[in-house]
């Protein structure tokens, strides 16, 4: 029975024995040769514009408020906020009766062709020529009007091109341009306001709409881009990128000039043609064998 013990457990030596000689060695930590998925993209040229984003209300390109001639009560509202007038139209009616005097009711005409905008009173309420009655708009043409930064005021100029957006119209790009901008700005919030001026044939923009705006102030033409996601970004301004050369991973410091939403312009770092990494460089150090998944 002792022999037979024995043998058996020789023979569990010899196997664990095996197992232990025959299992493949670890390689040491730091030294993995397997390669890291990685998506990347090409550096590419491209043109650019700069701009500067500018939030407004709509305005009418000329505004009046109309005051009546004689006092009286507001007998009748023609036309009503939001209809439109023309030249020396009359949009309003005072009853200016007195107690054993009759008059004419007296007419309020509008000063050009537009929409009324505002009415400062109700029918029935009593009026005078010291306050105004009502607002009126063109809106052939119509202004944008909103401030921007201290920092960007030198980079607007008179003529430039403004796209923007209104929410009534979503994804619907109206053109203008800047006609005026403020040399003066406000103590409080280091603003200055600008004007931008934009034809408006349909008449699909009020006044009273918000817009949203980007004034173009420089082109960069045919520059080197990257997207953006492409950058690691540090605190020190050392931004760096990962270029895939025979599948190995190789960092490249990198000098940036435009950044927009999706992609940014290249000064130096790069060339046109390289490959750069744009998702798992952060899982990536110089020389490590990457593979590229897309």
């Known amino acids: 029975m002792k022999k037979i013990v024995s043998v058996v457990v020789v023979f569990l ?9 025959s299992r493949p060695k670890s390689k040491k930590t730091g030294q993995s040769s397997e390669a890291v998925p990685v998506e990347v993209a090409m550096v590419s040229r491209r043109t650019l514009w700069e701009t500067v984003l500018l939030t407004g209300d709509v305005r009418g390109y000329y505004e ?7 006092p009286g009560k507001l007998k009748n509202r023609i036309k009503d906020v939001g209809e439109e007038v023309k030249n020396d139209e009359t949009f309003a009616i005072i009853d200016r009766d007195e107690p054993a005097l009759e008059y004419d009711p007296a007419e309020v005409k509008a000063p050009f062709s537009g929409i009324i905008t505002r009415y ?7 009026v005078s020529p010291a306050k105004p009655l ?5 809106i052939e043409k119509i202004k944008l009007v909103g401030p921007v930064s201290e920092k960007d005021l030198n980079k607007i100029a008179v003529g430039q091109k403004v796209n923007f957006y209104v929410d009534t119209y979503p994804g619907v790009k109206f053109s203008g341009e800047v006609a005026r901008l403020s040399q003066v700005l406000d ?3 280091r603003t200055a306001t600008v004007e931008v001026i934009a034809e408006n044939p349909s008449k699909k923009l009020k006044p009273g709409m918000f817009a949203r705006a980007e004034i173009l102030v420089g082109l960069h033409s045919y520059t080197l881009v990257i997207p953006r996601q492409a950058v690691i970004y540090n605190a020190d301004g050392a931004n760096l990128v990962f270029v895939v050369e025979n ?7 990198v000098r940036l000039g435009l950044e927009l939403t999706d992609v940014v312009e290249v000064i130096s770092g790069l060339k046109e043609g390289e490959t750069v990494v744009t998702l798992g460089q952060y899982n990536l150090r110089d020389g490590l064998p990457v593979e590229v998944v897309r």
Do not use: D, M, W, Y
């Open 13 to 21: 030596l010899i196997l664990i024995g095996c197992q232990i000689f």
């Open 64 to 70: 009046a408020q109309v005051f009546p001639k004689v």
């Open 120 to 126: 400062f009173n109700s029918e029935g309420e009593t």
């Open 134 to 138: 009502a607002e009126v708009a063109s």
């Open 187 to 189: 103590a409080l919030s």
């Open 247 to 253: 599948n190995v991973a190789r960092e490249r410091k």
